[in-house]
């Protein structure tokens, strides 16, 4: 009988990872946190290569000869001008200007992909479906089609080069897709036919891989093997030998990587993430510039939350918005602790006029292991230089209003 083949799931759980929830409620999805070995999977993503698991990412699929002028109309950025097989980022935003999703666009030839975390695919359906009228437009929840992993590191190009295969209807190489940012190319990774595109969320090289569920486990085997993990899997009854070690001492040496490591790499490089630093009740121009221009267009026409958009642009400024603040040494600030104004000489430490809100934090290894965090201020606190004070570990600390990224890689 032949064996089931391992889903990315089955190989995570061989190698004992440790799981932490996702969203919230009945939509959370349980993602790797790590694999016992913290550091040495952040120093794969700094020196070599670490592969990810993205369990908590989706897709919806639209299809149709009216699709591109459909999402035109309706999210931030530009559809109609952009290129066959593009991949951009785009919002979709209440007709009050709030954030209903952030996504990334796949553009092809055939049919449009949204990525988006898989908690706000049932949301977006409904939005985009109640404005279809008598356009030539499917929208399809492709969650469980297909699978979602992740390269970051340095040697993410060599790996990927060494599982690189041949299939009959791959249309591009590792080496033209690494070299192309902002476009989505279809690769052969492991004998599957694999959707890629490089997003470097960490500083590093980084590359968004979409595989058919049924190869996915495929897929993820390989790449961690071709970076010298050896998995004893239960599926398949391998057992490491002395010599797969000494194999592994001539490999990649990459690892597999969870979200502590993740998320120490994509804060160094400021990346802010939906659900985490911002949510639905934030509008786009609280998400620094940065993050504004690269998923708002300002010469396209109307679309829905844009009169908001114009206005805050035009006119004024957001209440608040998303900032780096770094501490002088490592006392750490929980997510959810407040911000605030320096307390008066002379008064209580915590007696400061609260400012903002801590949105997520680590300790910086490229920084000397000193704190820093990302945070929603009010508008007015935000400008780099500013000392503002924050709760960590039972005491008010001072932290300085940093310029993102916080290294520069």
Same mark, same amino acid.
């Given at each position: 009988m032949t064996p089931p083949r391992p889903e990315p799931r089955d190989l995570e759980n061989d190698l004992d990872a440790e799981y932490i929830p996702f969203g919230e409620g009945d939509?959370?999805?349980?993602?790797? *946190?790590?694999?016992?070995?913290?550091?040495?999977?952040? #120093?794969?993503?700094?020196?070599?290569?670490?592969?990810?698991? $993205?369990?908590?990412?989706?897709?919806?699929?639209?299809?149709?000869?009216?699709?591109?002028?459909?999402?035109?109309?309706?999210?931030?950025n530009d559809v109609n001008g952009a290129a066959e097989g593009s991949t951009f980022r785009s919002l979709l935003l209440s007709q009050k200007g709030r954030i209903v999703a952030d996504m990334f666009v796949h553009h092809g030839g055939l049919n449009t992909w949204l990525e988006l975390d898989a908690c706000d695919i049932p949301a977006v359906l409904v939005a985009l479906e109640s404005k279809l009228f008598a356009e030539d437009v499917t929208l399809t929840s492709w969650v469980g089609e297909r699978a979602c992993l992740a390269c970051h590191g340095p040697s993410?190009?060599?790996?990927?080069?060494?599982?690189? #295969?041949?299939?009959?209807?791959?249309?591009s190489t590792v080496d033209a897709m690494v070299g192309m940012p902002g476009t @989505?190319?279809?690769? #052969?990774? *492991?004998g599957a036919r694999v959707s890629a595109s490089r997003r470097d969320v960490t500083g590093e090289v980084g590359v968004v891989?979409?595989?058919?569920?049924?190869? *996915?486990?495929?897929?993820?085997?390989? $790449?961690?093997? *071709?970076? #010298?993990?050896e998995v004893a899997s239960a599926t398949d009854g391998v057992v490491p030998t002395p010599e797969q070690a000494q194999r592994r001492r001539s490999t990649l040496r990459g690892r597999p990587v969870g979200w502590m490591a993740f998320n120490t790499a994509r804060l160094e490089a400021g990346q802010a993430l939906f659900h985490v630093d911002f949510g639905p009740d934030a509008i786009p121009g609280e998400l620094g510039d940065a993050a504004l221009h690269e998923a708002v267009s300002f010469t396209k026409g109307c679309y829905i939350g844009q009169e908001i958009v114009a206005r805050m642009k035009n006119l004024g400024h957001p209440k608040r918005v998303v900032v780096g603040l770094q501490l002088d040494d490592d006392t750490l600030p929980a997510g959810g602790s407040p911000v605030t104004l320096p307390p008066e000489p002379g008064a209580a430490a915590?007696?400061?006029?609260?400012?903002?809100?801590?949105?997520?934090? @680590?300790?910086?290894?490229?920084?000397?292991?000193?704190?820093?965090?990302?945070?929603?201020?009010?508008?007015?606190?935000?400008q780099p230089g500013t000392t503002l004070h924050l709760a960590g570990e039972g005491v008010m600390k001072p932290a300085t209003v940093t310029e993102l990224p916080f290294v520069a890689r």
């Open positions: 939509a959370a999805v349980p993602i790797a *946190a790590h694999y016992g070995g913290y550091e040495a999977e952040y #120093g794969a993503i700094r020196a070599r290569v670490g592969v990810m698991h $993205l369990p908590h990412r989706g897709l919806i699929d639209v299809r149709g000869d009216d699709r591109a002028d459909f999402l035109h109309r309706l999210i931030t993410t190009a060599a790996l990927l080069q060494a599982v690189e #295969g041949e299939p009959s209807d791959a249309v @989505t190319h279809v690769v #052969g990774l *492991a891989l979409w595989a058919p569920t049924a190869d *996915a486990g495929r897929v993820y085997r390989a $790449l961690l093997e *071709a970076a #010298g993990v915590t007696s400061g006029k609260p400012v903002g809100v801590v949105t997520s934090s @680590t300790l910086s290894p490229l920084l000397g292991s000193s704190a820093i965090a990302l945070a929603q201020v009010k508008w007015g606190q935000h």
